[in-house]
């Protein structure tokens, strides 16, 4: 059974920082697309940012510059790493895999972003 669990998420302020990692129980993560989306609230979820299993990422416009996305298939987790952080990137934030057969989603961590 793939499980995906996040952490990381919390309280910051404008042009802070935090790293969300996520954590996947799977044979195939390494070979598997991961990607971070998130959802605020009366939005539809998003993409922020996408990673291959060969290492190719793929940012939205809105966090390019700002937001990192990497693996450790050693650890079979992958990471958001946010910084200049804003109001606006707040939101609930979930971890996805590219199956064989189906996408797999995590509970989501919540991020907020407020003085």
């Known amino acids: 059974q793939v499980r995906l669990v996040e952490s990381g998420g919390g309280l910051v302020q404008p042009g802070g920082s935090l790293r969300l990692s996520c954590v996947v129980s799977s044979l195939i993560f390494r070979f598997s697309g991961m990607g971070w989306y998130r959802q605020a609230p009366g939005k539809q979820r998003e993409l922020v940012a996408s990673?291959?299993?060969?290492?190719?990422?793929n940012y939205a416009d809105s966090v390019k510059g700002r937001f990192t996305i990497s693996r450790d298939n050693s650890k079979n987790t992958v990471f958001l790493q946010m910084n200049s952080l804003k109001s606006e990137d707040t939101a609930v934030y979930y971890c996805?895999?590219?199956?064989?057969?189906?996408?797999?989603w995590g509970q989501g961590t919540q991020v907020t972003v407020s003085a």
């Open positions: 990673i291959s299993g060969t290492g190719t990422t």
């Open positions: 996805n895999m590219n199956g064989i057969r189906q996408d797999y």
